[in-house]
């Protein structure tokens, strides 16, 4: 007990310190004005939605019904396990994918599964409540349910020391030293955040680019201001004649196509025999400010398309985008048909948005009123949206998985992060222009301009229906950023052959997903009806890997086999090893 009220004090202090850095940083130009009126939007919100209960006295009274309706039932349940031994069904449980109540005192102390089922109850009440409030606009409902979301599991049980049994257990364990290891950790943390929490996910010292990590072989023979070009070394001796060129997205890093040899997209197209090319875009600071999303298509994927023909002679290619590398390369697309350029014979696209109208919840960030707030903090950052604002929001996304679970085993159980590869890729965030920033937000997702045939760019009216070439679609089930209903509306805007394909698991998972680990599974359906629902529904159910799928569809469009290009072999010299040393810059820099 001495050594257990030793270390609580330690602790104690240690977060009492941390306490302070926190509340003494100094923080970025209108730092302080933004977190107040993030707030106050916040506020705005759910009284709206509260209002629309105000004037409605009868919807107040049945939303108290329910809420105690379920408090009875769950009081009657836990009522007979416990005086009569009764092994009763939950009233509430979490969801399959849930990870928070995972420990066995969850279910078996009758103490912490009362804790975990009101909860449950009480987070499912709030989000019904906000769904079913009447007079409420779609967008601020939208923002409502996800502001509840994120209250909701900032407050759950398992968050805090006294309400969650493993920690309870691993305090009285350890005499508290891992709350002493975790208020350390969570020290390190503020200091490496510069005054902000910046929690980290992985272990950050695992890995290094080029050792065990993006360690295909290849050169980096193009570069300009936004991007260098990779070649790669071929793995086969003969390739097929048309060239891969694959456009990643801009805000992360190219390398989650080359994690590991064995997750590597980018080594399974070479031993499939292509010669393969991948963009590596730069991570800008304040001298590219005034870059647009015109830019990279120019210096992009026209200059990358130049370059290609230059290394290789080929001026035909076939091309792969990847999220916003995905909406860039259908803007291209469409820009070349207006101007007859043929040079792209076929497109992949992996989890990438032509039609935004279905955007998933990104779009509670996206409004007229948060898009001039972001061109403002970019404006005072000096022209930019840092690497850490962009991850803090996909990390909101998936507060649970991203933010609290490692709140919980870094700083609560003071446990270090496991090494995880696709997390220290998810960790090494981007910097994004305002010009280009603020355009694609307006123009995609706020006005869904590309979708109407509306969007002009590089002085061309954009009409992806005029885009014939084969297009393959790739999306996945339960994509959070890049829903595969919204990447299904695609199917209607193209001109050409499509090819739909639906992976299971996430953005990241479903995509990166080599047919060796045998996980996860795709659906296949040949016919292209008016909704994804339909689509899903008469689809067929395949166990493994979509990447052999997409290899017999692009096979048939890559032409006959030739011996097998290097890089330097062509017009280009070579000008240093992948990955290259634009990949290498980091956002703190």
């Given at each position: 007990?001495?050594?257990?009220?030793?270390?609580?004090?330690?602790?104690?202090?240690?977060?009492?310190?941390?306490?302070?850095?926190?509340?003494?940083?100094?923080?970025?130009?209108?730092?302080?004005?933004?977190?107040?009126?993030?707030?106050?939007?916040?506020?705005?919100?759910?009284?709206?939605?509260?209002?629309?209960?105000?004037?409605?006295?009868?919807?107040?009274?049945?939303?108290?019904?329910?809420?105690?309706?379920?408090?009875?039932?769950?009081?009657?349940?836990?009522?007979?396990?416990?005086?009569?031994?009764?092994?009763?069904?939950?009233?509430?449980?979490?969801?399959?994918?849930?990870?928070?109540?995972?420990?066995?005192?969850?279910?078996?102390?009758?103490?912490?599964?009362?804790?975990?089922?009101?909860?449950?109850?009480?987070?499912?009440?709030?989000?019904?409540?906000?769904?079913?409030?009447?007079?409420?606009?779609?967008?601020?409902?939208?923002?409502?349910?996800?502001?509840?979301?994120?209250?909701?599991?900032?407050?759950?049980?398992?968050?805090?020391?006294?309400?969650?049994?493993?920690i309870l257990r691993a305090t009285l364990n350890s005499n508290g030293e891992n709350l002493v290891a975790g208020m350390e950790h969570l020290l390190e943390d503020i200091e490496r955040g510069h005054g902000h929490i910046d929690i980290q996910q992985t272990d950050m010292t695992a890995f290094t680019l080029g050792v065990n990590i993006a360690t295909t072989p290849g050169k980096v023979v193009f570069q300009n201001e936004l991007m260098q070009l990779i070649q790669y070394e071929p793995t086969t001796e003969t390739v097929h004649k048309r060239p891969l060129v694959i456009f990643p997205p801009w805000i992360n890093k190219y390398y989650i196509l080359d994690l590991t040899p064995e997750k590597s997209f980018i080594k399974h197209a070479l031993d499939n025999g292509y010669t393969v090319f991948i963009a590596s875009w730069v991570n800008p600071d304040a001298r590219l400010a005034l870059k647009t999303f015109a830019d990279y298509m120019t210096q992009g994927v026209y200059a990358a398309l130049d370059a290609v023909e230059l290394a290789t002679g080929e001026k035909e290619v076939n091309a792969v985008g990847y999220c916003i590398g995905g909406t860039l390369l259908a803007c291209s697309l469409a820009h070349m048909a207006a101007r007859g350029d043929t040079r792209i014979k076929s497109a992949t696209f992996l989890v990438a948005q032509m039609d935004f109208t279905e955007a998933g919840e990104l779009k509670v960030f996206i409004d007229e009123e948060q898009i001039a707030d972001i061109e403002r903090q970019m404006h005072q950052e000096g022209g930019y949206l840092k690497g850490s604002t962009m991850a803090s929001t996909f990390n909101m996304l998936r507060s649970n998985d991203l933010i609290w679970n490692y709140v919980v085993n870094n700083y609560l159980l003071g446990r270090e992060p496991m090494p995880f590869d696709i997390l220290f890729w998810n960790a090494d965030a981007t910097r994004l222009p305002s010009a280009m920033h603020v355009g694609y937000l307006r123009e995609c997702y706020l006005e869904n301009k590309l979708a109407e045939g509306r969007m002009v760019l590089g002085g061309e009216t954009l009409d992806l229906h005029k885009v014939k070439v084969p297009v393959y679609l790739q999306s996945s089930r339960e994509d959070h950023i890049s829903p595969y209903n919204s990447v299904y509306k695609a199917t209607k805007l193209f001109g050409g052959p499509v090819r739909f394909i639906c992976a299971g698991s996430g953005h990241i998972a479903g995509v990166i997903n080599p047919p060796a680990l045998n996980k996860y599974n795709h659906w296949l359906n040949d016919n292209l009806p008016a909704t994804a629902a339909e689509w899903i529904e008469g689809a067929t159910d395949h166990k493994g890997s979509w990447w052999p799928d997409w290899e017999a569809w692009l096979s048939e469009k890559s032409g006959e086999m030739v011996p097998a290009r290097k890089p330097g072999d062509g017009k280009l010299k070579v000008l240093e090893d992948a990955p290259g040393s634009y990949v290498l810059v980091k956002s703190e820099d």
């Open positions: 007990m001495g050594a257990l009220a030793v270390n609580l004090m330690q602790a104690a202090l240690l977060g009492q310190k941390a306490a302070r850095q926190l509340m003494s940083a100094d923080d970025s130009p209108g730092g302080a004005d933004r977190s107040l009126h993030e707030l106050q939007r916040v506020g705005r919100t759910l009284m709206t939605v509260a209002g629309s209960y105000m004037t409605n006295p009868a919807k107040i009274v049945e939303a108290q019904m329910a809420l105690w309706q379920g408090y009875l039932t769950l009081a009657g349940a836990m009522t007979r396990r416990f005086l009569l031994g009764e092994e009763v069904p939950p009233v509430a449980e979490p969801s399959r994918s849930d990870k928070r109540f995972r420990d066995p005192d969850w279910q078996q102390n009758i103490v912490f599964d009362l804790m975990k089922q009101a909860y449950l109850l009480t987070g499912k009440w709030l989000t019904d409540r906000v769904r079913a409030a009447e007079g409420v606009d779609p967008h601020t409902r939208e923002q409502a349910d996800f502001y509840i979301r994120q209250i909701a599991n900032a407050v759950s049980p398992s968050n805090f020391i006294f309400t969650n049994p493993e």
